[in-house]
């Protein structure tokens, strides 16, 4: 009774946490029966406790299903906090040893994977607060600390301090310690090339200004 009460309680705060964050959530029924990241997220859940208990091949075969009706593949032996939310869903990817913290959002086309062939620990890990934009992929065994924003198509393959925004190919921080107000704020995000490109103009024009002034003081 105690366990149902959770897994209950559990939806609960899952349904509360897409009206939150997804403005187009209208009423439960569209969510209950139209959010592919809700029912990946519940069937991950009981994956994960079969693969706790040790249960061979059942997990698996759930994490399939899932993949199969919703586009989303989470490894059972993922770990994912409270108050996650995968928005629209698909293409995304979570790999086995990953761990998430609490209210992360994901974006279709995230993946959450591995470099290589490499044993133990291989995949990122996730702290609070974070969310991750549209294609995004972050690798291998690094971390992304709370309260941190990657923007979408970036590709981060190094730790990511807390308090961060990250963009580009490989990922660059760009901001840190931004407050941001809400998480779907992530777009509003700088471009490092456009910035290193204005500085560098204004460079040359000071540049320009002093030729000038020397040319006027030669003559």
């Known amino acids: ?18 009206y939150e964050k997804d403005p187009a959530a209208e ?23 079969l693969n706790y208990w040790k249960i061979p091949l059942i997990p698996r ?18 770990t994912i906090g409270r108050r996650f939310f995968i928005d629209h869903g698909m293409g995304v990817v979570i790999g086995a040893t990953t761990i998430i913290g609490d209210d992360v959002l994901l974006y279709q086309g995230v993946t959450l994977g591995g470099t290589g062939n490499e044993h133990g620990k291989r995949h ?13 992929k972050v690798l291998g065994n690094i971390e992304i600390g709370s309260n941190s924003r990657i923007g979408a198509g970036s590709v981060v393959v190094d730790n990511v301090p807390e308090n961060s925004t990250v963009v580009g190919i490989p990922g660059r921080i760009v901001k840190q310690k931004l407050l ?25 024009q000071d540049l320009k200004e002093q030729m000038e002034e020397l040319k006027k003081a030669d003559n």
């Open 124 to 136: 990122p890990t996730l702290g609070n607060n974070i969310v991750v934009g549209s294609g995004a």
């Open 27 to 49: 009423n439960i029924l569209e969510v209950l029966f139209c959010y592919p990241g809700l029912h990946a997220l519940i069937l991950h859940r009981i994956a994960h406790k």
């Open 1 to 18: 009774m105690r366990l149902i009460k959770k897994v209950i309680s559990q939806i609960k705060e899952d349904i509360q946490t897409i």
């Open 180 to 204: 941001i107000q809400g998480q779907l704020m992530h777009n509003r995000i700088p471009d490092p090339i456009t910035c290193q490109l204005n500085r560098l103009k204004y460079e040359i």
């Open 61 to 78: 075969i759930i994490s399939n299903i899932s993949r199969f009706f919703t586009g989303i593949e989470i490894h059972p032996s993922a």
